[in-house]
């Protein structure tokens, strides 16, 4: 089965914690990105990556740091410097200039 | 900032209706997408037009593209309560890099279809 995969499902952080987010995919995609979804709005744009090993900031990097050691994975932090975490996360990848695939998403919660 | 607006925020109709779904953006594009999003969940890809295109069928779905106006609108016809979703137009614009390949989204319609 081909496709994209988000863990946990859900997420519980005490302020002060990093947290990391899983995203994977077996889609041979380049490009891999992360979006952060509040309740009732759009996707704002975290980080995206157009290959491996080079990644670029989005919109709203403040306080989120990823990585891209291979082209199945794109990993995302959350860090204590992000004062307000609390969030759905989606995380989607994209083969040359095609449509986005995305993974189920990540509820994060800090408690 | 975002780079696409969706207009409506918000659309009620009744089954058998017409949904139209707006969608204005500000840079230059490579190519333009719509996404359906039932919530709680990721989204999943609708269709995907071209900036060389101006319209463009799937199913029940027209979407237009007008880039001299840098807009697009999405028809769902004949409407069917499954329909109901939050609805977004997607993007890619150059990133500092070069290439299309940061994508970014809209604010999203949602859409309530009534039995």
């Known amino acids: 089965d081909g496709g994209i995969t988000q863990s946990p499902k859900y997420l519980f952080r005490k302020e002060g914690q990093n947290v990391t987010l899983s995203c994977e995919q077996n889609l041979n995609h380049d490009a891999m990105y992360w979006y952060r979804q509040d309740p009732g709005q759009g996707l704002r744009l975290i980080y995206y990556s157009q290959i491996v090993n080079d990644f670029q900031k989005g919109d709203i990097a403040e306080g989120y740091s990823v990585s891209r050691e291979k082209k199945e994975s794109f990993p995302l932090t959350v860090t204590s410097a992000q004062k307000n975490p609390t969030a759905f996360y989606l995380c989607?990848?994209?083969?040359?200039?095609?449509?986005?695939?995305f993974g189920p998403g990540t509820r994060l919660t800090v408690l | 900032s975002q780079q696409g607006e969706e207009d409506p925020q918000a659309l009620s109709i009744q089954e058998g209706e017409n949904a139209t779904m707006n969608c204005s953006y500000k840079t230059s594009i490579n190519n333009l997408q719509w996404y359906r999003q039932n919530s709680g969940r990721g989204l999943v890809h609708l269709i995907l037009?071209?900036?060389?295109?101006r319209e463009k069928h799937s199913g029940r779905l027209r979407v237009t593209l007008d880039t001299s106006k840098k807009s697009s609108s999405l028809l769902i016809t004949a409407s069917r309560a499954a329909d109901t979703a939050s609805y977004f137009c997607a993007t890619d614009g150059r990133g500092v890099s070069g290439g299309y390949q940061k994508v970014t989204f809209g604010i999203g319609t949602k859409l309530q279809v009534i039995p």
């Open positions: 037009i071209r900036s060389n295109e």
């Open positions: 989607a990848s994209r083969g040359g200039l095609a449509e986005q695939f």
